[in-house]
């Protein structure tokens, strides 16, 4: 992707959104294959398919001015470590992340983050890969379309900050998917659903309302002080009385 966009010598820098995983193994269809004879490697798929996303990157057209504003946030949340695979990792040293013990339990420290660029681009920081309903909503937060058939404890992001909003995923730590808490499942039972990627590489079933209730919190606390001069942000941000921004 980036080679594609620098190649017309325009910068480029990527930032993982709320898509969870790309799996570049999307069988052997032949639309986007030079021969269709020709299975491709994983890896040649993710050729394709970056440079594919930096062709629709440089075809977008027009400009929005916004005012000359940036005002970001950020909060400590600490995580339990609940997947006894990742919990045996980091326990062992393989991975970065420090661990806290909080009686029989261990955590770890993270951040999450709050950015308003102008009055018209909001994003959310998440330290891992989101999955897209944490952001917009429905999706597994919705008790018929979740593991334990219950719903998400939280609403969606788009509904705390009344509007759109962009994610801006492996922002400054690595903690896996992120995931609604109602729609976790243990490894032992993996095998009775499809597309359970997330759960072998996420830190437990807390990690969603966990992250989730520390923005809620950091857009709550930190409205931010432009907001008293110049009122609403976009449609529907609320015009609350301001306080400073971290």
Sequence with gaps: MAETIEAVRAN???????????????????????????????????????RHLGSL????????????????????AECLVEHPLILGLARSGLMPHTLLRDGRLFKTVTE????ELGDRFRAAIFPGEVLP?????????????SWDGTDFVYPSMREMVGGDLTMFGLCNDMLGYILPDNDYAMVFVLKERQNSNQELITFG????????????SLVEKRILRYTAHFGRMGDGHANKKSCNGV
Aim: net charge negative; charged share 15%; hydrophobic share 40%.
């Design 133 to 145: 309903e944490l952001v917009l909503g429905g999706g597994a937060m919705t008790a018929a379309l």
């Design 205 to 216: 079933r807390s990690i969603g309302s966990t992250l989730m209730g520390t923005f809620e």
């Design 57 to 76: 990157v440089l075809n977008m057209a027009g400009e929005t001015q916004v005012k000359p504003i940036l005002n970001i946030a950020h909060a400590r």
């Design 12 to 50: 480029c820098i990527f930032i993982n959104g709320a898509i969870a995983g790309v799996d570049a193994n999307r069988g052997p269809t032949a639309a986007h294959r030079p021969d269709p004879e020709i299975t491709r490697h994983r890896y040649e798929e993710s050729i394709g398919y970056g």
């Design 112 to 115: 999450v983050g709050y950015l």
